[in-house]
């Protein structure tokens, strides 16, 4: 059965999630709808980036991966469909797929499927579900676009490096509030080079001691660990780690090494 995940910015309360699915059902009724997530803030491409970069790899080859973020009609808008490790992803060219990739996808066409007019303010429910809808059906990607030669760039906030410090940014909080920063476990052992460390954030609040897991300390206490993403992440055990401690997107956090 054809998978098509779904990561958009439309959120829960209207009804433009509804019309975006009952857009692909009226077409193929077969189709194995997924949602990835509807709650990514309007508009943050590095969110949604971020999000589905650590989503995809667990979908079967072939799946199709629709995204709505920032996809609203504009003056010279691009759209794409483009084929990455045997997925297929197909969205706006506003600079997602940089940060979604750490290498040049395999192909990139520039959709040129005729619009529907009255659809003009809402190309999720028609340029990108009949593309979708094609790749889903086994369709090339030469059949619904030209070939382009690049994709828009856009460049992530990286970690600040400095002798023995790492100055990272909190780049997502999850459902449970687990503050996830842009500190790989790759940066972060590289720097560290088996050293003690103390992760600084918010003014006094600091750990020094990593975990393996979030049950490694008593409930309540403050911990960092490196979670399915591979970023360093502060939590509180059976807490709310965001709003207990006073972190939000985009603060800054620090790792010195002793």
């Known amino acids: 059965m054809a998978i098509i995940t779904l990561t958009t910015d439309l959120g829960s309360k209207d009804f433009y999630q509804a019309a975006l699915k009952g857009s692909i059902l009226s077409i193929m009724p077969t189709?194995?709808?997924?949602?990835?997530?509807?709650?990514?803030?309007?508009?943050?491409?590095?969110y949604a980036a971020f999000v589905l970069k650590n989503v995809y790899p667990y979908f079967p080859k072939?799946?199709?991966?629709?995204?709505?973020?920032?996809?609203?009609?504009?003056?010279?808008?691009?759209?794409?469909?483009?084929?990455?490790?045997?997925?297929?992803?197909?969205?706006?060219?506003?600079g997602i797929f940089s940060l979604l990739f750490d290498q040049e996808p395999d192909e990139v066409?520039?959709?040129?499927?005729?619009?529907?007019?009255?659809?003009?303010h809402f190309p999720l429910v028609d340029i990108f579900v009949k593309a979708a809808i094609h790749l889903a059906k086994g369709g090339r990607l030469r059949d619904i676009?030209?070939?382009?030669?690049?994709?828009e760039e856009r460049m992530l906030l990286h970690p600040v490096i400095e002798k023995d410090i790492i100055r990272g940014s909190v780049i997502y909080i999850d459902t449970f509030c687990n503050v996830i920063t842009n500190i790989?476990?790759?940066?972060?052992?590289?720097?560290?080079?088996?050293?003690?460390?103390?992760?600084?954030?918010?003014?006094?609040?600091?750990?020094?001691?990593?975990?393996?897991h979030y049950n490694e300390v008593p409930e309540g206490e403050k911990?960092?660990?490196?979670?399915?993403?591979?970023?360093?992440?502060?939590?509180?055990?059976?807490?709310?780690?965001?709003?207990?401690?006073?972190l939000h997107l985009n603060d800054i956090v620090r790792v010195e090494f002793h």
């Open 109 to 120: 066409v520039e959709l040129n499927i005729m619009q529907d007019l009255k659809y003009l």
């Open 62 to 94: 072939g799946t199709v991966h629709l995204i709505g973020i920032d996809s609203v009609f504009n003056e010279g808008s691009k759209y794409v469909a483009l084929k990455h490790q045997d997925h297929y992803f197909v969205g706006a060219d506003n």
């Open 223 to 246: 911990l960092c660990l490196f979670g399915i993403s591979n970023h360093l992440e502060i939590a509180i055990n059976k807490g709310k780690a965001s709003g207990l401690l006073g």
């Open 31 to 46: 189709a194995n709808i997924v949602d990835v997530t509807h709650e990514v803030p309007s508009f943050n491409i590095s």
């Open 184 to 212: 790989t476990k790759e940066l972060f052992t590289r720097i560290q080079r088996n050293r003690d460390f103390t992760l600084y954030f918010r003014k006094s609040e600091t750990i020094s001691q990593l975990s393996w």
């Open 145 to 151: 676009g030209v070939p382009a030669d690049s994709i």
